[in-house]
């Protein structure tokens, strides 16, 4: 897990939500009051509720756009129950020791135990076959839109004919709305590359030791120089989830 809980007030504007996530460079807030932990404020709920829904950082609070409390898990369970729990409440796990909240674990936090454990595991079955790409000269918002209609993390920014690099939720946070670069701004421009890539046929273990090494959630498959799909740190905590029953 990760002890350092960042939170965010929900009265703050999503603005604060955004300078919090940008400084310390993860994807999510923890949402408090004076009751205690209340929600959760996420890369997603910024993409999908305040930009594609024209809604101003510095004037919506984050209560309005966070998503409800998620689940919790004990401090001794195993990274079974984690990934199983993970795959069945579909969000990331919140810690708890006792009343006082001690740490929250991600789909990344589980991919760092998985390369930790090194047992191998099948991932056949959680690939992407429909990946969404754009062209380099592609504005972010409209980037962002089709992420939104597609529902996922990412596009892949393809040049010349060739995948070339990716566009994440991270690289709008910490790109665009951390600036405060325009979204017009072509998608080229602010892209990660060069593109961190494996060949179609690793296994869970191999796919989870290139992600914490090259610090990515997101590995595009390829077979004979072509993109054939797509793996995500979440798509591995569902097989490693899966794998272990």
């Known amino acids: 897990m990760s002890k350092n809980v960042l939170t965010a007030y929900s009265h703050s504007n999503v603005t604060k939500a955004i300078e919090i996530m940008a400084d310390r460079n993860i994807g999510s807030v923890v949402?408090?009051?004076?009751?205690?932990?209340r929600g959760i404020f996420t890369e997603r709920d910024l993409l999908s509720?305040?930009?594609?829904?024209n809604r101003r950082p510095e004037t919506t609070l984050i209560?309005?756009?966070?998503s409800p409390l998620?689940?919790?898990i004990g401090p001794f369970d195993s990274l079974e129950q984690a990934a199983k729990k993970m795959l069945t409440k579909k969000s990331r796990l919140m810690v708890f020791?006792?009343?006082d909240l001690a740490?929250?674990?991600?789909?990344?936090?589980?991919?760092?135990?998985?390369?930790a454990q090194g047992r191998r595991f099948d991932i056949s079955k959680v690939i992407s076959r429909r990946m969404t790409t754009v062209r380099p000269d592609t504005p972010v918002e409209s980037a962002v839109m089709e992420m939104d209609r597609k529902r996922v993390g990412s596009?892949?920014?393809v040049k010349?004919?060739?995948p070339w690099g990716i566009f994440t939720e991270r690289d709008l946070l910490l790109k665009i709305l951390a600036p405060k670069v325009k979204l017009s701004t072509p998608v080229a421009e602010v892209a990660t590359t060069p593109l961190t890539r494996a060949e179609m046929g690793i296994n869970g273990k191999e796919a989870a030791d290139i992600m914490v090494s090259k610090r990515v959630k997101r590995l595009p498959l390829f077979e004979d120089d072509i993109m054939v799909g797509i793996v995500t740190a979440r798509d591995l905590v569902e097989a490693f989830a899966t794998s272990s029953r």
């Open 31 to 37: 949402v408090i009051d004076s009751a205690g932990p």
């Open 49 to 53: 509720k305040v930009l594609t829904r």
């Open 63 to 66: 209560m309005e756009v966070m």
């Open 70 to 72: 998620f689940a919790d």
């Open 97 to 99: 020791e006792g009343e």
């Open 103 to 115: 740490g929250i674990v991600t789909a990344t936090d589980i991919v760092k135990a998985v390369h």
């Open 155 to 157: 596009v892949i920014v």
């Open 160 to 162: 010349d004919g060739k």
